[in-house]
């Protein structure tokens, strides 16, 4: 029997606000070294030889998108992005056909420094439970109670944190988000979906680079690491 040949799409939920940036503009339009954060993901996942398009979400209306050059990209596929995370990623894969010969690598629109080599190792992942990129604890870990009281210290050495790219079966995806959907739960990454779908997603350590752009204070952090990224 021949084996299934994949075909490798990037879908980048970007229609989020970004309300903890406290900026005149949702973050993945602020700029860093002359380029949005945007700019800088989308072209970090074009120029990856492996993956053959980009699905962008974004918000309806968005006015930031086509005043970028990417945006007429042959590659890059735009469609309405959700009221969260969820509903955004769903729309991406619902734009893509022949699902069951799709793998998605989800990724975070605010996250620009990723480089390929931590996506050569997502994609020697083959199995359908998937792999995200991660990073192992190395702090002390609190749980807190609702009144930010200590309720237990968590054993370090099996905690997580999780980052994006996440890699997945393009059906097993949907149909785990879907699920979830369905059941009212709230998930807040892809993982989590297919977590709750019975799947076992590998984590693969990812860079500390890899850094999500949330709060003011990243914005410095993301410039240093990509002056010294060369992809």
Not at 15 to 38: C, D, F, N, S, V
Not at 96 to 108: F, G, P, S, T
Not at 115 to 143: C, F, M, P, R, W
Not at 214 to 219: A, C, G, M, R, S
């Amino acid at each position: 029997m021949t084996a299934l040949c994949y075909d490798i799409v990037a879908v980048v939920p970007a229609a989020g606000i970004g309300a903890r940036m406290q900026a005149e503009k949702p973050k993945q339009y602020l700029e860093i070294h002359g380029k949005t954060i945007l700019e800088h993901t989308l072209n970090a996942l074009l120029s990856y030889p492996a993956i053959s398009r980009v699905i962008l979400a974004v918000a309806k209306d968005d006015p930031y998108l086509p005043q970028l050059p990417v945006a007429n990209h042959p590659c890059i596929q735009v469609v309405e992005g959700g009221k969260n995370r969820a509903d955004s990623v769903l729309n991406g894969l619902r734009a893509i056909e022949n699902l069951h010969r799709v793998k998605v690598l989800v990724h975070d629109a605010a996250r620009p420094c990723v480089t390929h080599d931590e996506l050569d190792k997502l994609l020697e992942i083959t199995d359908d439970n998937g792999a995200i990129l991660a990073l192992a604890a190395t702090d002390t870990v609190k749980k807190a109670n609702s009144d930010g009281q200590i309720v237990m210290t968590e054993d370090r050495n099996f905690i997580w944190l999780a980052q994006t790219p996440q890699f997945f079966k393009a059906d097993l995806l949907i149909n785990a988000l879907e699920q979830a959907q369905r059941q009212g739960l709230t998930v807040t990454d892809e993982a989590s979906a297919m977590e709750l779908a019975g799947f076992r997603p590998h984590l693969v350590a990812g860079k500390r680079s890899n850094i999500k752009v949330t709060h003011p204070d990243d914005l410095a952090l993301a410039a240093f690491y990509l002056a010294r990224n060369t992809l």
